[in-house]
């Protein structure tokens, strides 16, 4: 789950967006995302 978490959290900051406006376009809470890149939760 790592590497998910880590693609997910380069793409994000390639990109230039917070975690919060990362979270708007994929219509998701912040603590998500912030889950996601922690690797304690994986996209559905």
Do not use: C
Request: proline share 2%; aromatic share 6%; net charge positive.
């Amino acid at each position: 789950m790592y590497d998910i978490a880590n693609n997910i959290r380069n793409l994000r900051k390639n990109r230039g967006l917070s975690q919060e406006q990362f979270a708007q376009k994929l219509h998701v809470t912040r603590q998500t995302v912030s889950a996601w890149e922690r690797g304690v939760a994986r996209p559905g």
